[in-house]
């Protein structure tokens, strides 16, 4: 079972999901340590009942505020919907804040891809078809996986497994912030700004705790954790979605960062869904209808993955 990973008190994570009961799928492989640097370097594996494979895989990355949550907790629960059409489903845990500083959690990410290419082999896995998918902290690392491929100072080989490539197939982000110098005045210019000791650029905000200092007082170094700096041909096709009333990332951080997408890949690659009047975490991003909206663009992307 996961050891304890139990963060300080903070209003991000104030009320963390509960487990999500798995016991339905009939082939899981849990807790495998995908490095050795951390206990928190563990994955867990979800196969169709039935085929041969290789199986697509989907990278489950739960979100947290960087300092929460689990791998096993409600929120792999829309992924696991991928095991009907025939997706294998890898969730992952990740050093959190509170444990290790940025780009901690950008290395294991890394190094839990390279390891299920390294692995493919042994759990029916498609080495070549590989899509990241998350929300919020979950949807910020995703798609610093699909932006910084490849970019030496992001990418740990001594976590295992330097021979294989990190890249991904396609990303799946929802309410991921992707600038985060620009989130408070994003928020102010909504009329959603919240009040003084829950703001972005206050010492106690996640992305402060994340990379160890006030982020207003860090500027380069808060370029150096925004994935829209990573921003380069060869990137993978990118499905962002994100709700209109998020008061916690701002709606502005998903459709700027759509814009610059487009302009370097081009507007075929990039596919951004505003949801009208959602919240952050909003229940309707896991109704039926909007997971099966995200599979099928799966279905296209890995279909053609090369």
Same mark, same amino acid.
């Given at each position: 079972?996961?050891?304890?990973?139990?963060p &300080?008190p903070h209003y991000?994570?104030?009320?963390? &999901?509960?487990?999500?009961?798995?016991?339905?799928?009939k082939?899981r492989f849990?807790?495998?340590a995908y490095a050795t640097?951390?206990?928190? %370097?563990?994955l867990?594996?979800?196969?169709p009942?039935?085929?041969?494979g290789?199986?697509?895989?989907?990278?489950a #990355?739960?979100?947290?505020?960087?300092m929460?949550?689990?791998?096993?907790?409600?929120q792999?629960?829309p992924?696991?919907?991928s095991?009907?059409?025939? $997706?294998?489903?890898?969730?992952i845990? $990740?050093?959190?804040s509170?444990?290790a500083?940025?780009?901690?959690?950008?290395?294991?990410?890394k190094?839990?891809i390279?390891?299920?290419?390294a692995?493919?082999w042994?759990?029916?896995?498609?080495p070549?078809?590989?899509?990241?998918w998350?929300?919020?902290?979950g949807g $910020?690392?995703s798609?610093?996986l699909?932006?910084?491929?490849? #970019?030496?100072?992001l990418?740990d080989?001594s976590l295992g497994?330097?021979?294989? &490539?990190?890249h991904?197939q396609?990303?799946?982000?929802?309410f991921?912030?992707t600038n985060?110098?620009?989130?408070?005045?994003?928020?102010?210019?909504s009329?959603?700004?919240?009040p003084?000791?829950?703001r972005?650029?206050?010492?106690?905000?996640p992305?402060?705790?994340?990379?160890?200092?006030t982020?207003?007082?860090i &500027?380069?170094?808060?370029?150096t954790a925004?994935?829209e700096t $990573? #921003?380069?041909?060869?990137?993978p096709?990118?499905l962002l979605?994100h709700g209109?009333k998020?008061p916690v990332?701002p709606?502005?951080?998903s459709?700027?960062?759509?814009?610059?997408?487009?302009?370097?890949?081009?507007e075929?690659? #990039?596919?951004l869904?505003?949801?009208?009047?959602? %919240?952050?975490?909003d229940?309707?991003? %896991?109704?039926?209808?909007?997971?099966?909206?995200?599979?099928?663009f799966?279905?296209?992307?890995?279909?053609?993955?090369r």
């Open positions: 079972m996961n050891e304890p990973r139990t &300080p991000g994570i104030a009320e963390q &999901p509960p487990p999500a009961d798995t016991t339905f799928v082939q849990l807790d495998i640097r951390s206990p928190a %370097e563990k867990d594996i979800y196969l009942d039935s085929g041969d290789p199986f697509s895989v989907i990278v #990355i739960h979100g947290g505020a960087f929460g949550c689990d791998k096993a907790d409600m792999v629960l992924m696991l919907e095991l009907k059409r025939g $997706y294998a489903v890898v969730s845990n $990740y050093r959190l509170w444990e500083k940025f780009p901690a959690l950008v290395e294991d990410g190094a839990a390279r390891w299920i290419r692995n493919a042994q759990y029916k896995l498609d070549e078809k590989i899509a990241a998350g929300g919020s902290a $910020y690392l798609t610093m699909g932006t910084s491929a490849g #970019i030496r100072g990418e080989l497994n330097p021979d294989q &490539p990190c991904v396609a990303v799946v982000a929802w991921g912030p985060f110098l620009k989130m408070d005045e994003q928020l102010t210019a009329g959603l700004l919240p003084p000791g829950f972005h650029n206050e010492a106690n905000s992305e402060s705790l994340l990379l160890g200092q982020i207003t007082e &500027p380069e170094k808060v370029r925004n994935p $990573y #921003i380069r041909p060869g990137a096709p990118f979605q209109t998020d990332v709606v502005q951080q459709i700027e960062f759509a814009a610059m997408l487009k302009q370097v890949l081009g075929e690659m #990039i596919v869904e505003l949801l009208e009047g959602a %919240e952050h975490a229940v309707r991003f %896991e109704t039926p209808e909007n997971v099966a909206r995200v599979l099928d799966l279905d296209i992307q890995l279909k053609n993955a």
